[in-house]
């Protein structure tokens, strides 16, 4: 039996605007987009990670009306899981990121632990950190 994860959910305040950042910034590919009446959930990937897809969509896409108000706040508040990548240059995917227009929240820092990372904020206020793996 083989185990893997295929998608991570992201919640954003505007689909649009954070396919750019994915998209744009990132590096990521729309995969697919799927709407239903009035919201849409899009899937970004990378041929890095076959198979494993980053979905996003708004707080109320495919919830009631008080979980996506409750999403929504939280979101607004940015305290919902961030997301953590690994890059082969950390360095260059920040300057990249930054160039983007992006939040920076911290620059490329050796971390005691091992990495040299960075974090930053989507354009809804998502905590995206980028990792590279110490050198062997």
Not at 43 to 60: F, K, M, N, R, Y
Request: glycine residues 8%; proline residues 6%; hydrophobic residues 40%.
């Amino acid at each position: 039996m083989t185990i893997a994860l295929q998608y991570c959910n992201v919640t954003v305040n505007d689909v649009d605007e954070a396919i750019a950042f994915y998209g744009d910034a990132l590096g990521l590919e729309v995969q697919n987009d799927v709407a239903s009446g009035e919201f849409r959930w899009v899937t970004l990937g990378s041929d890095a990670q076959p198979g494993l897809g980053i979905v996003l969509s708004e707080p109320h896409a495919g919830r009631s009306q008080a979980d996506g108000d409750a999403i929504a706040e939280l979101l607004a508040k940015g305290v919902l899981p961030m997301l953590v990548f690994n890059s082969s240059d950390v360095d260059a995917t920040f300057e990249k990121v930054r160039a983007s227009g992006a939040e920076v929240l911290q620059e490329p820092i050796e971390q005691p632990w091992g990495p040299r990372d960075c974090a930053f904020r989507d354009p809804s206020g998502n905590t995206v950190r980028i990792s590279q793996a110490p050198a062997a």
